[in-house]
């Protein structure tokens, strides 16, 4: 040491080598601690081995170094000598965990048994008319129909006239003068035709008139349909004429009657003028047969 001393006075000043020194001084005390715990840590390993060598079913010496005496009991105590505490609280649930992922499709079954039908359901609404179909083909044609009633077969006709004059007014006037009335449709004593055959009948007359004025009035079931008045002129012989066209039905009734008083009784006949009152029947009100489907 004391050459070291010396050989550091030699070369520099002493402040340069009391740091120097210190230096070197805190080197040794360094290396002396080193060697001092690598000699703790072999002690602390040689039990590790004596215990494995115990284990391994050897025989367990006594541990060496000074100071270790394993015959003084353990003051410590077990865990188990102490008064167990109170239960915690149990925790709360955890979250729900996410949903897993979608597994394969497996094989197609088998197809099942037929089920039984079910109730029959509420009828729906009518629906709307749809559009017209095209047109079909013309069907065959039906087959003839029975032999129906000839028009010709309707016969009613009458044509008649007066013998003298018009005795009376506000009544039917009575002809009794026949041309043609094969039906007796128009009756001589009452003075009016009566409807037996339903349909549409033509009416006519021709009236002279002389010594007054004539108003007549053709007559419907009591009820005048049309009237015809002529003025006479003095020393003069006149006519007085109409006709018309009347739908009948059975059991209607026709007639011509002076109307008013006797001033209007003027309605005249001898063997050269002659007075009528015609009619007959244009077509008759047949039925219509029911269509055949």
């Not at 050459?3 to 040794?28: C, D, E, H, P, V």
Request: glycine share 16%; aromatic share 10%.
């Amino acid at each position: 040491m004391f050459l070291l001393f010396r050989a550091l006075g030699t070369n520099t000043n002493i402040q340069t080598s009391m740091t120097s020194l210190w230096k070197i001084l805190l080197g040794i005390i360094l290396i002396g601690r080193l060697g001092q715990g690598q000699d703790l840590l072999e002690e602390d390993l040689e039990p590790t081995a004596i215990d494995e060598g115990a284990e391994d079913g050897g025989e367990v010496g006594e541990p060496e170094g000074p100071g270790t005496d394993v015959s003084q009991p353990d003051d410590r105590q077990p865990c188990a000598m102490w008064m167990g505490g109170v239960p915690g609280t149990p925790g709360h649930s955890g979250k729900p965990g996410r949903d897993g992922r979608d597994g394969h499709d497996g094989p197609r079954g088998g197809k099942g048994d037929k089920g039984e039908a079910g109730e029959k359901g509420d009828p729906g609404q009518k629906g709307d008319v749809g559009p017209a179909g095209p047109r079909g083909f013309p069907g065959n044609p039906g087959l003839k129909g029975a032999r129906g009633d000839s028009a010709l077969s309707y016969h009613s006709a009458f044509s008649v006239g007066l013998r003298e004059i018009v005795p009376a007014t506000n009544v039917p006037i009575r002809f009794n003068k026949f041309f043609y009335n094969d039906q007796h449709h128009y009756d001589d004593v009452s003075g009016k035709f009566r409807c037996v055959l339903p349909g549409v009948y033509f009416f006519t007359y021709h009236l002279t008139v002389y010594t007054k004025d004539v108003k007549v009035g053709l007559y419907k079931n009591d009820k005048a349909i049309m009237f015809t008045y002529d003025q006479y002129q003095e020393s003069n012989v006149d006519q007085a004429s109409g006709s018309v066209i009347l739908r009948l039905e059975a059991e209607d009734e026709v007639w011509l009657q002076v109307y008013g008083d006797e001033t209007f009784g003027g309605v005249y006949a001898d063997n050269t003028n002659d007075s009528t009152f015609s009619g007959f029947l244009l077509y008759p009100a047949i039925p219509t047969p029911a269509q055949r489907r």
